[in-house]
C-alpha cells in the first residue's frame, strides 16, 4: 500500500524526504479540535500504516501555534448526551482506538508539540513513541475539569510510565496544565525547541530514524509495547529471539561490511 496515494478528508498528512510522514490536524482556527470524522480516520490511518511501504517514520505535528484542543465541544461532546451507555461506550473504544492504532503501527511516531496540547490531543503526544516541545507547549490531561474520570484512552496506564506514578496522578486528579519546562524535566518531551523550528527538527528527527535499519526500529517498538506484560527472564528471552531475527536481515551485514570498510553503512529495511 502506498499511503501518498490516500488523500485524508479531516486531516492533513503530506510526504517528506526519507519516507516521512507528516500529519497534522486542520482546524488551526479553533486550537484542532478533533472530531467524530477525524478520529475515525486518523484511527484507520494508522492502522494501514501497517501495510504502508512509503511511510518509514511519522511525526504528528502542530498546526497554527497549537497542537490539539482535545475533543471538539459542539461537534462530540454535546452529542454525547444523546446516547445511551451502549452509544457512549462504543465512543470511548472508538477514542482508545486511535491510540491503540498508534501502539500497533510498526514506524516510530514523533510528536511535535506546540501551544495547546490538551484532552485527547495530550493522548496523542503521550502515545506517540518520542516528543518534541516548544517552551509555549501547554499540556494538560483536562477529563477531570470536565467532570470525568482521568483514566481516559489509557491514561492511568501510560501517563505513569513516561512521568511516574506520582507525577501522572497529580495530573490526572487536578487536570492541570504542565508547563513545557516541567514537560521536559519529567520526561514527557524529549526535548524542547523554538516554535519555528519544531517542525523542521522532528522531520529531521524522524529522517533519521527512517534512514536507519526500519526492521530494526519496528522489532524494537514492539518489545517496549510487549514487555510491559512480560516478567524481567521473559522479557531477555524475547529479546534474545528478537535480536536472533534481526541478525537475519541483510541490514546487520550492512553494518558489518560498512564496519569493516570504514564507511557508514546504507541501510534498506531489509
Not at 501495510?51 to 484542543?69: I, P, Q, R, T
Request: glycine residues 8%.
Amino acid at each position: 500500500m502506498i499511503m501518498a496515494d490516500l488523500k485524508p478528508e479531516h486531516f492533513n498528512r503530506r510526504m517528506e524526504a526519507g519516507g516521512v510522514a507528516v500529519v497534522t490536524l486542520n482546524r488551526p482556527e479553533r486550537k484542532n479540535p478533533i472530531t467524530f470524522a477525524s478520529y475515525a480516520e486518523l484511527r484507520d490511518s494508522f492502522r494501514k500504516l501497517v501495510y504502508a511501504d512509503d511511510v518509514k517514520a511519522v511525526v504528528f505535528g502542530s498546526n497554527g501555534g497549537n497542537f490539539c484542543s482535545g475533543g471538539d465541544v459542539r461537534d462530540i461532546i454535546g452529542p454525547l448526551f444523546d446516547r445511551d451507555m451502549k452509544g457512549l461506550l462504543e465512543f470511548t473504544r472508538m477514542t482508545g482506538d486511535l491510540v491503540k492504532a498508534m501502539r500497533a503501527c510498526p514506524q516510530p511516531v514523533i510528536a511535535a508539540v506546540d501551544g495547546v496540547c490538551v484532552g485527547a490531543g495530550a493522548m496523542i503526544a503521550l502515545f506517540s513513541d518520542m516528543r518534541l516541545g516548544t517552551p509555549a507547549a501547554k499540556t494538560a490531561f483536562l477529563f477531570t475539569r470536565v467532570g470525568l474520570a482521568g483514566c481516559d484512552m489509557g491514561a492511568c496506564a501510560m501517563l505513569p510510565r513516561v512521568i511516574g506514578q506520582g507525577r501522572a496522578a497529580e495530573l490526572l486528579y487536578t487536570g492541570r496544565i504542565m508547563s513545557a519546562d516541567e514537560a521536559e524535566r519529567w520526561g514527557f518531551f524529549n526535548r524542547l525547541v523554538a516554535p519555528e523550528a519544531l517542525e523542521a527538527e522532528a522531520i529531521k528527527l524522524a529522517q533519521d530514524l527512517a534512514a536507519g535499519p526500519t526492521f530494526a526500529h519496528m522489532m524494537t517498538k514492539t518489545m517496549l509495547n510487549q514487555e510491559w506484560s512480560m516478567t524481567l527472564d521473559q522479557a531477555i528471552e524475547s529479546e534474545a529471539q528478537a535480536q536472533a531475527i534481526c541478525m537475519q536481515t541483510k541490514d546487520f551485514r550492512r553494518a558489518y561490511d560498512g564496519f569493516i570498510a570504514k564507511q557508514p553503512p546504507v541501510f534498506e529495511g531489509n
